[in-house]
């Protein structure tokens, strides 16, 4: 190849897009590592976000913790289907979901109206 009858713009042009081209690459896989890095803390440091990340489907609005022991915690969840009683206990390395149980949701007191003729 004969590199001395390249113009200098198609010289630079081409390395500009090489250079734009590697620093894609790399931002991208910074951000999907940094990601999983994320998610490995949730799971494995902080149990009261893990329960978002391991029930997605639930549709949880509000939890409040119960119990909170060291290996074990007990929640109660409002989900998009009422209240639910989820009990997160720790494995070897991260957090799972050991028990869920649909609750009753609270009964509201309404008179029914009385008839008078």
């Known amino acids: 190849m004969e590199i001395h009858r390249i113009s200098r713009g198609r010289f630079l ?11 894609l690459v790399v931002g991208v896989a910074a951000g999907i ?5 994320n998610l490995g803390a949730a799971l494995t440091e902080k ?50 979901v050991s028990h869920i149980e649909k609750l009753h949701a609270k009964p509201t007191h309404e008179e029914p109206e009385v008839e008078t003729e």
């Open 13 to 23: 042009h081409t390395v500009g897009w090489g250079l734009i081209g590697s620093l």
């Open 33 to 37: 590592g940094r990601a999983t890095v």
């Open 47 to 96: 149990p009261d976000i893990a329960i978002y990340v391991l029930l997605p489907d639930e549709g949880l609005q509000s939890i409040e913790v119960l119990k909170e022991e060291e290996n074990e915690r007990h929640y109660m969840a409002e989900s998009k289907d009422g209240p639910k009683f989820i009990i997160l206990k720790k494995g070897k390395n991260e957090w799972y």
